[in-house]
Structures are given as C-alpha cells and as structure tokens.
C-alpha cells in the first residue's frame, strides 16, 4: 500500500468516525450494520484497513449520508457539522422537514 493509499484510507475512517459520533452511534452499532466486528470498525476509523465499498455502502445507509460524504468531506471545511447533525438527527420527520426547507430558503436567499 503507497502513500496515497493509506492518506485516503485514513480520510474514509475520519469520515466515518466523525459521523458516526456525531449520531451518538457506538462501533459496536456501526460494526452490526456493515456486518463486521467492532475491532474491524477500529481499524477502519483508524485508517489501518481499506475499507470495501460494499461495505461503504453499508456504512453509509446506516450513518444516514451518501457514501461521497464518507469518501472527501473534510471536517475542517464545514465547522459545526457535527453538532447540526446531532441536533437535526434528535428531530422528527416534520421538523426536520421544516428544517430542511428553512435551509434550503436560506440557500436560495444567499444565490440571489
């Protein structure tokens, strides 16, 4: 495995540990969803295994984001990700619907 490899390897498990903390969910959790153990889940948050995209796949239908948050998204680039995520996950379908449409205005506003 080259440099690269193991940087992007590292990303993915940054990713995927920052989002699954940001859910209150535990490796135990996420390991049950991508049918693996949690020690496999360590590994992968760790950046010490790649991870397959079946099991990306997995990972992101339970941690509730498309597998490309899991593959670029950088943490430093979008500050206070992590508590909106909590706090948008605590809500029902309703308010979260209205929230989604009360950022989705913001954004239009911001366009014009």
Known sequence: ???YEKRFDAQIGEALRLRREALGFTQVQLGKAMGVTFQQVQK????RNSVRIAKLLMAAEFLKCEVGDLLGQ???ETPGTARLVRAWSALGPEQ?????ALVEAFRRVEAD
Do not use: F, I, L, S
């Open 44 to 47: 992968y948050e760790q950046g």
């Open 96 to 100: 979260r619907e209205a929230v989604t």
């Open 1 to 3: 495995m080259d440099a």
């Open 74 to 76: 950088k943490p430093e």
